[in-house]
């Protein structure tokens, strides 16, 4: 098992340019998530799933949309990136347990 | 609001001591508490999970204590090796939701010398 993958491992854009961050899980689980993480900020949830066809706002998804067509996979996009959007940005998907979220190994993306 | 705090940005312990993570918490009706390891150029990994009606779990070197009145839990490495150099999160859940979403906060930088 692959686990949580993410494509790609690094971008660069500049400010106004659109792309979409791909995550791909082999779990079989229900629910996905986008994080992203600035220094001294910790992990915060931009936008999740809890199933295939369905999305939710977390805490900071202004500036980009989502889709999770197929339930293995989570869409993230950014329709016109800008520099507060440089960060580096995990996935992770897990069943309704106790036991946590798996996260795959980021995607570092700079905005200049 | 942060609902999950990490006061201590940074820890530097001697290899074979014990290493002592602290996280504070604001809502009371977190039901479990969880820790996550992160390895630069990684993504978390869990390392360890307790449950709002446990206050310890153990699993080998690593021991979580979970304070209810206080609203703190700690996470305890003994002993310490260098391998454990790593960033470690606390994360809390509202597990009987229906989200499963995890609220994290913002880290303690574990440096264990040889």
């Known amino acids: 098992n692959a686990g949580v993958t993410q494509t790609p491992k690094f971008r660069v854009l500049k400010t106004g340019q659109s792309m979409t961050l791909l995550c791909a899980q082999d779990?079989?689980?229900?629910?996905m998530y986008w994080y992203r993480q600035d220094p001294g900020m910790g992990l915060r949830l931009i936008h999740y799933s809890v199933g295939e066809g369905t999305t939710a706002k977390g805490e900071v998804p202004d500036g980009y949309n989502v889709s999770r067509l197929k339930k293995q996979n989570f869409l993230l996009g950014l329709e016109s990136a800008a520099p507060s959007q440089t960060s580096v940005y995990f996935c992770a998907s897990s069943n309704s347990s106790p036991f946590g979220q798996f996260f795959g190994p980021g995607t570092r993306l700079t905005v200049l | 609001d942060q609902q999950v705090k990490q006061n201590s940005p940074s820890l530097s312990v001697q290899e074979g001591r014990i290493s002592i993570l602290n996280c504070d918490y604001t809502n009371s009706m977190f039901d479990y508490f969880l820790w996550y390891k992160k390895y630069p150029a990684e993504g978390p990994t869990f390392l360890i999970s307790i449950s709002s009606i446990k206050d310890k779990n153990e699993d080998g070197r690593f021991t979580v204590f979970l304070n209810k009145s206080a609203k703190h839990l700690s996470l305890h490495i003994v002993p310490s090796q260098p391998g454990d150099s790593a960033v470690y999160f606390c994360a809390a859940s509202l597990y009987g939701g229906a989200t499963n979403k995890l609220i994290f906060g913002t880290g303690t930088l574990l440096a264990v010398q040889p």
């Open positions: 779990m079989n689980h229900e629910y």
